[in-house]
Structures are given as C-alpha cells and as structure tokens.
C-alpha cells in the first residue's frame, strides 16, 4: 500500500522543470518554484533500477527542503513518496519490472511533471535447477487493509509501503528471487484459521496468491510455489481446515493452468504444515491422499525431535532432517529470536536471541548448509516487516530489499542491498559445491 503526502505553500504559484540525463528541462508555468529531475538511464533490463534526481529551487536559486516528490510509473504510485532535503535535492530509485516503453512522472503539490521514457529490456536469468537440491525462500502476501500493516516496520522497502495485491510488486519480488537463483517460494497461510475460512484476511492471502499465479504464468522464469498452512487450533479433521485444503487442491492442483506453478515432491505437490512451534508435540499422524506433507517446526535443537522428521521455520543451530537417511530439509536465517518467552519483543530481546550482524548469523548458519547439502534449502526469510516478529533492523530476518532513510533503527534506517547481496553470494557458494560435487562423483565412475 502507497501512501502519499500533501505538500501545501500558501500563495505558491508552482512550476515544473524536467529533465532527462542531460537534455533540458520542460516547465509547466511561470512562478516561484522549479522542479527538474533527471534519470540515470534510459534503457535498463527488466527489474533493474533506474535512479533519479530530483532538484527543486526557487526563482531566486533558493533550494526548496522537505518538498514531497510522490513518484509515478505510468501514471500510478511507484515506490515513495519522497522529500528533498535541505539542499532541495531528492534522490530515489525505482525498479522497473515490465517490459516495454514505460513513462516516470513525479508529482508535487497537485501538480505532474512531463514524462520521461524508460525503454525496459527482456532479459534471462542463469537460474540453476537441481532436483535434488532446490533452494526456496519464505515469502509474505499478506500486505495490504485486511491483515499486514505498514507504520511500524524495522525499515521501508525500497518498493514502499506496498500492497500484495499489485501486480507491479509481485512480479518486481519475482524477479529479484530469478535473479537470486530461487527455486521455490513457500507462501505463508498459516495464521488464518482463527475464524471462518476465508475471512477478511484470509480472502487477501488467497487473492495475493491467485494474483502471484497469474503473473507466474505470464513470466518465462519463476520460483515454483510450496504453500505453508496451519491446523486449526491444532486439528485436523475440522471444518475450516477442511474447507482451506480443499480450495488449494480444486483451485490450484487440478488446475491444468496453476497445477504446473506447484513444487512436486514424491510424486505429489508439496504442503507444508506449521505446527505453531517450538513445539514439543510429537509429529503428527495425520496425511493426506493429495499433497506430500511435511509438519514445520521451530528451534529444533531445543526441542529435540529432528528424528520424528520436523521441518523448521527457523533455528539458532541449524538442524537437518533426514528422509531415509538422507539429508532432506534445512533452514539457514539471518536474524533469530530466542526462546526466553517476551512476547512485547517477539523474544528479540532477549540474551538468546540473534541479529543480522552483518551477515555473521546467516554467514555461520549457511555453513551448515554447505556441509549437509540436503533436498530443500528454505532461506528464512524475504519479507515480514511485522513487529514484534521483526523487532529492529539488526534484530530481524528480513532481507527485501530497503530504502537507506537517514539514521536510527526502527524504520528511520535501513539495509539497502545488503542481505540481498549477501543471499545472492551464499547461493552461487552453494551451486558451485554442488557442480564440484557432481564433477568429483563423474570422476569417481
């Protein structure tokens, strides 16, 4: 969700001033105020960036500070909005992840600035497929009036304070994730049983997903999709519970159109099961004729069941669970709560807990990865932004992508490229030990 800002001068009459890379400005009137901007390129590829400045000055060459810059992308909300600073200079980039001929206006004060055209090229991504060793990454569609709310994250992404249900957001994540070397992406539908299925948030979850199909089926390259759900309360056998797996094997498994976007494992599509851990609960016996199920956990180290076959949402040690003796399952974070229970801090606080540091945590926990090499990989996680689950931008798991927004924690700040970066090199570590490995075993024989 965009929201936008309103920037008022009484008895300003305003002009705006564009340019492109070098070419000269346009203005829309005479008056007071002036407003350029100018873009760093006009072609890109396809989920590349374009950045932009934005000067704004008075008649006089007096800089206009904290003038609201609200970006547009075809002629709606992009990303933003923006101010300038002191200088009168603002500066911003915008990913641009639809192929074509594409405009970028910026608005200020009611009034919209001439375009500037962005030509953005097709382009491929060298993703690695190994069937025996995909890489998935937790992913949140939940943002948007019904459910997620932006005001109180770590830290804004660069995308802005976005809606699940745009197109221009999901299809940007996509390629990002192409560009990451993703496999697959496990959506979270775990926290929407506490009443009716589907209720107001659970509607906005399963529209996000449709919506993530459709654009699925309009891209040459995509993670396949494994969804996370939850029992209700624990149970399996109720009503709601019953009437969620339903929707997901009519909807999406016997639809020859989304059946393909599904992750297959043991000849089945995978479903993921969260058991709202840490939980000590012995694994359940429940099954299904339809889907491979695999029951999701949490800080396996402490509670003591890998060998009953839990997979983990997250771990401060990482675990492997095995599948007939082989390696099936890990999960490697970059930020962890601890198990001292603080609700108020989503157990951040606490002295068990772990950030980001840098990429230390994930650095140490992808280590084990390398060692282990098991079937799934899952990379915890892409994109919660959900206090107390994310606490500060150190104390957190998140890695979309954010703005740098001056200094301070709790959203003022931000990581930029950082984690991604860091994501991106473990990956591209990993595919290469799995071609060493590949190649030593062809010698071997």
């Known amino acids: 969700m965009i929201r936008g800002y309103t920037w008022m001068r009484a008895g300003l009459c305003v002009v705006i001033c564009v340019s492109l890379a070098l070419s000269a400005g346009f203005c829309l009137a005479d008056g007071h105020l002036k407003l350029t901007i100018r873009a760093s390129d006009q072609a890109v590829?396809?989920?590349?960036l374009v950045a932009i400045t934005a000067i704004a000055v008075g008649n006089n060459g007096t800089p206009i500070a904290n003038m609201a810059i609200q970006p547009e992308l075809d002629g709606e909300s992009w990303c933003g909005p923006f101010r300038t600073n002191a200088y009168g200079v603002c500066r911003f980039v915008l990913p641009m992840p639809n192929v074509g001929r594409h405009t970028i206006t910026v608005v200020g004060s009611g009034q919209s600035s001439p375009a500037i055209e962005v030509r953005v090229n097709d382009r491929t991504f060298p993703i690695i497929t190994d069937p025996n060793h995909l890489i998935g990454m937790d992913l949140e569609t939940w943002f948007g009036p019904g459910y997620a709310q932006w005001g109180h994250q770590e830290a804004t992404p660069i995308l802005g304070e976005y809606s699940s249900l745009d197109a221009r957001v999901l299809r940007q994540q996509t390629l990002w994730m192409d560009k990451l070397g993703i496999n697959f992406v496990q959506l979270d539908w775990s926290n929407n049983l506490g009443r009716s299925w589907p209720?107001?948030?659970?509607?906005?979850?399963?529209?996000?997903?449709?919506l993530l199909c459709k654009i699925y089926l309009t891209m040459r390259q995509h993670p396949k999709i494994v969804l996370l759900v939850g029992p209700d309360g624990g149970r399996f056998g109720t009503r709601r519970f019953t009437t969620q797996l339903n929707?997901?094997?009519s909807h999406y498994i016997q639809n020859s159109k989304y059946r393909k976007l599904f992750l297959t494992y043991l000849g089945k599509p995978l479903l993921d099961v969260y058991m709202g851990?840490?939980?000590?609960?012995?694994?359940?016996?429940?099954?299904s004729k339809r889907f491979t199920v695999r029951f999701v956990n949490a800080w396996l180290e402490k509670m003591g069941n890998v060998g009953d076959?839990?997979?983990?949402?997250?771990?401060?040690?990482?675990?492997?669970?095995?599948?007939?003796?082989k390696p099936e399952a890990m999960t490697a974070v970059f930020g962890y709560p601890g198990y001292l229970p603080d609700p108020s801090t989503g157990n951040y606080e606490s002295a068990d807990a772990d950030g980001k540091d840098y990429g230390v945590t994930f650095r140490d926990q992808w280590r084990k990865v390398l060692k282990f090499k098991p079937h799934f990989v899952f990379i915890n996680q892409w994109n919660e932004f959900e206090p107390p689950d994310q606490w500060s931008q150190n104390m957190s798991n998140d890695i979309e992508p954010t703005l740098h927004r001056g200094f301070g924690n709790k959203g003022s700040g931000g990581?930029?490229?950082?984690?991604y970066l860091r994501c991106k090199e473990a990956i591209r570590e990993y595919q290469q030990e799995?071609?060493?490995l590949i190649v030593r075993r062809r010698f071997v024989h």
Do not use: C
């Not at 851990?277 to 099954?287: A, E, L, N, Y």
């Open 45 to 48: 590829s396809e989920g590349d």
């Open 434 to 436: 799995l071609g060493n």
């Open 199 to 210: 209720d107001a948030p659970a509607r906005e979850m399963r529209d996000a997903t449709n």
């Open 309 to 325: 076959g839990y997979w983990t949402w997250y771990d401060r040690d990482p675990q492997v669970t095995l599948y007939h003796n």
């Open 415 to 419: 990581w930029g490229f950082e984690y």
């Open 277 to 287: 851990g840490p939980t000590t609960r012995p694994i359940p016996k429940w099954s």
């Open 247 to 249: 929707y997901i094997y």
